[in-house]
């Protein structure tokens, strides 16, 4: 392969491996200069994805190693694989509350909603299909209905949520009309961390005879919820927010006749979801699921107290910072923090310098023009709104990163509050959607 002005490889030592690849200069500039090993300091963006928990890697191993076998193979390599596949898929179960059933894994979370939203779409064709969500979903919910409603599939009402970051579930039920199929509510919100009212919902959808999905994908493993108990239709989930691999997640379905298969292929998942399953993954998310699962009560209750230390010390430090749904029940590891005067793209690059990784409000809404979706739909006004920052707080965070952390953001809000800095209309670069 030519090496080129833009090309990486992992050519060294005389090793020329196919895996070379090539990145734009921007993008090199970032991970060789700003990100380089021995700056990292401090990991505060664990809504955007956690690090593999390296007891999930120790369970992973053997089925990239000996047991690779497809567990679709009624011989022995192929029933070592299948009960990789079945253990992992006992265990998410156990976690959420479902039989197993009523799960089968995908290719990560945005499958999940996405089928979740077709199938509803596609089951009702032709009778009328209006489906209530909120505004403040992930994209994986709005961009998927956005398309189904430019195909004439789906009607969508999106409802606010009020000032403190959750919606009233009241108006879910003000929103139904006669063709009413589908109400969608993410379980916790990925960029301010509240809680959404999903069992009431849920009980209302109930009543009405409507089908309920929820997103828990930031939720799941932070957040105890039992989804036999909240009478859901069905949930979407994802490994990589718990500690476990990407490109693998799962959906729950209460009735397996109201799901229709995004693919056609050889059947696999109960015929739900074919194409030879993730099996190192299904297996790490299954391990992730468990560890998260019995360790769930006290990272709780030490995430929130380095929350509130990482609150108190940013208070103290800083004038005219605000906590977003500061009145919510929250994530226990999320602070969505405001600071007048700046903009929070600017302060997530600033302190990406100090090897600091931080989020500005979702990356998706990263780019300084654009403010959240989510704050803004929270009534927030749009200048405030722009100096959001996301810090999310995980499983190796500890209390001399959170003081390092908020050391290093008063520095940097005080500095660019004396000095803004030069805006920069090309900062499209950091709009990747967490
Ligand atoms: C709330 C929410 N829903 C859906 C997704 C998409 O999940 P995945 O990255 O597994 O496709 C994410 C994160 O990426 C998320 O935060």
Redo the contacts with the bound molecule.
């Keep these: 392969m030519t090496e080129t002005a833009k090309t990486r490889g992992v050519e060294s030592a005389g090793f020329h491996s196919p895996l070379s690849f090539s990145l734009d200069t921007d993008v090199d500039c970032l991970l060789n200069e700003s990100f380089r090993a021995e700056m990292k300091k401090a990991y505060f963006d664990h809504?955007?994805?956690t690090p593999l928990d390296p007891r999930v890697l120790d369970e992973m191993l053997p089925y990239f190693k000996e047991q690779w076998g497809n567990p679709s193979s009624v011989h022995e390599w192929g029933q070592e694989a299948r009960y990789g596949v079945e253990k992992a898929r006992a265990r998410l179960a156990k976690l959420v509350g479902a039989s197993e059933d009523n799960l089968v894994f995908t290719?990560?979370?945005?499958?999940a909603?996405n089928t979740v939203l077709l199938s509803v779409a596609r089951k009702f064709a032709g009778q009328g299909c209006h489906m209530v969500t909120s505004s403040i979903?992930?994209p994986?919910?709005y961009r998927c209905l956005a398309r189904l409603e430019s195909e004439g599939l789906v009607e969508t009402t999106y409802l606010d949520p009020d000032p403190s970051g959750a919606v009233d579930p009241r108006a879910f039920e003000e929103a139904i009309g006669p063709n009413t199929r589908l109400f969608s509510l993410?379980y916790?919100?990925?960029e301010t961390g509240a809680v959404q009212p999903v069992k009431e919902v849920a009980r209302i959808a109930a009543k009405h005879g409507i089908l309920m999905h929820t997103?828990t994908?930031?939720a799941l493993g932070k957040v105890p919820f039992d989804l036999g108990e909240m009478g859901l239709d069905f949930a979407?989930f994802?490994?990589?927010?718990l500690y476990g691999p990407?490109?693998i997640?799962a959906l729950y379905f209460r009735d397996r006749e109201r799901v229709v298969p995004l693919l056609s292929g050889g059947g696999q998942e109960m015929k739900l979801r074919s194409g030879t399953e993730n099996v190192a993954g299904i297996v790490g998310f299954g391990a992730a699921a468990e560890l998260s699962r019995i360790e769930l009560e006290a990272e709780r209750a030490r995430l929130m107290d380095l929350r509130a230390r990482l609150e108190a010390r940013l208070k103290r430090e800083i004038e005219g910072f605000y906590v977003c749904a500061a009145e919510a029940e929250r994530l226990p590891g999320t602070l969505c923090a405001c600071f007048e005067g700046v903009f929070g793209t600017y302060v997530v690059l600033d302190l990406a310098e100090e090897g600091v990784a931080v989020s500005s409000g979702?990356a998706c809404s990263a780019n300084k023009s654009e403010p959240s979706h989510v704050l803004l739909a929270m009534g927030m006004e749009p200048d405030l709104a722009q100096g959001a920052v996301r810090f999310s707080l995980g499983r190796r965070t500890t209390a001399e990163q959170v003081d390092l952390v908020a050391d290093a953001t008063a520095r940097v809000v005080t500095k660019q509050r004396a000095h803004p800095p030069q805006l920069d209309e090309e900062l499209d670069l950091l709009s990747i959607?967490?």
């Design positions: 809504n955007a994805t290719s990560g979370g945005t499958e909603n979903e992930h994986a919910i993410m916790a919100n990925n997103d994908i930031q979407s994802s490994a990589h927010k990407k490109g997640g979702s959607c967490d």
